[in-house]
């Protein structure tokens, strides 16, 4: 059982939480983006920052770091879904607007391989606009 309480829950996420629902539709289980993601997933983000992680290993260390994240997204679109020849490898384009804390405009795009294996998220590699990051922070 997750617990609904735990900071990850945050509505500033919903925007990404809900794209990645819908861009797995019929594909996962659960209602929300956390139900989806297995106990043991493995989180690779190909992007370098200072002090950011590039793996995070289980849905619980994930939730942590998610916890703390920091933009607040009031929307997310433009999403495309490929499917690969691969069984249970997704492909999700995205793009992702929000404000920074200091209340600058923050617009990224995505691109993450998913995969899923007995309907929950086992595996992510994502792939972002780095200097939308940079730029937004700066």
């Not at 998220?121 to 780095?130: E, F, G, P």
Request: charged content about 25%.
């Amino acid at each position: 059982m997750i617990n609904r309480n735990h900071p990850a829950f945050k509505k500033e996420a919903e925007p990404f939480y809900s794209i990645i629902m819908k861009g797995l539709k019929g594909e996962v289980d659960g209602e929300h983006f956390w139900d989806a993601i297995d106990e043991k997933a493995v989180f690779e983000f190909l992007y370098n920052f200072p002090g950011f992680a590039n793996k995070i290993v289980g849905r619980k260390k994930y939730m942590d770091w998610f916890g703390g994240y920091s933009m607040k997204l009031h929307s997310a679109n433009n999403l495309i879904v490929h499917k690969s020849t691969e069984p249970g490898v997704f492909i999700l384009e995205y793009e992702v607007h929000g404000k920074t804390p200091s209340n600058k405009a923050y617009d990224n795009r995505f691109c993450s391989i998913i995969t899923v294996k007995n309907r929950k998220i086992v595996h992510w590699r994502d792939y972002m606009d780095s200097l939308a990051v940079v730029t937004a922070t700066s």
